[in-house]
């Protein structure tokens, strides 16, 4: 099963289930609009435009906490809306301890990823400088690489299956490469959007940070739709 079509059906699963992603993304749409209330353009600016921001306040910092959390209820409840047919009504179910155990294999997946190409990087830079851009290069595709064949920990995790890190990365054996051929895609595709919502943003901002905001939602919900996909084939043997 090649790259394409694990991409393909990823974007098909979003945009044929339109109704459905809007619904159960009320959580994440809602807490969206209260922070841009609260927090006003200028807590999206430094996204949607480079701006370093470098002191965050409390306010900022509790209103990023709570867009995290209804992304993360977001995301499982999605997982769940295609996997197990768990229909928002017409909220997503709110599933505290799989929402939790979401964010702790993602924290573990990124400190097991994170944590050896950074201490390679800091090696690279202390003896040979110049090289420090190209094994960059090289391990940022291995990360990626790498966070797929772990993926299906989150994806386990949304629906309260039991799952190793052992187990998610066998699984993933078969669809390795074409995994990662779609996450490029998915990237690629999230890139384009932001890059409108900022271009839109830079010329009005008022209307711009919509778009910035679309962007970020449709990106997330194509990578949510992606690992879904990787899940649905590695594990539950799923044609695409």
Avoid at 89 to 114: D, E, K, Q, W
Avoid at 194 to 216: D, K, M, R, T
């Amino acid at each position: 099963m090649s790259g394409v079509q694990i991409f393909q059906h990823a974007l098909r699963m979003l945009t044929g289930n339109l109704g459905e992603a809007i619904k159960v993304s009320i959580p994440l749409i809602a807490t969206l609009l209260i922070v841009w209330i609260v927090g006003g353009e200028e807590f999206f600016a430094a996204d949607a435009t480079g701006t370093d921001v470098t002191s965050v306040n409390p306010i900022e910092l509790l209103l990023s906490l709570v867009w995290a959390m209804a992304g993360l209820w977001t995301i499982v409840a999605w997982h769940r809306f295609v996997l197990l047919e768990e229909y928002p009504n017409p909220l997503p179910a709110f599933h505290g301890g799989r929402i939790v155990s979401y964010f702790l294999n993602s924290l573990m997946i990124t400190i097991l990823i994170a944590v050896p190409f950074g201490m390679a990087l800091a090696i690279v830079g202390m003896l040979v400088p110049v090289l420090i851009v190209f094994v960059m290069i090289f391990a940022l595709p291995v990360a990626v690489w790498a966070f797929y064949r772990l993926s299906p920990l989150l994806v386990a995790a949304a629906l309260g299956e039991k799952m190793t890190l052992s187990e998610a990365w066998e699984s993933t054996k078969e669809v390795s490469n074409s995994a990662v051929v779609a996450a490029i895609l998915t990237f690629l595709v999230g890139a384009a959007l932001q890059l409108a919502g900022v271009l839109v943003f830079a010329v009005v901002p008022f209307v711009g940070i919509f778009g910035v905001l679309a962007a970020n939602w449709a990106t997330s919900m194509v990578f949510a739709s992606l690992v879904t996909t990787i899940y649905g084939v590695a594990v539950e043997k799923r044609n695409v």
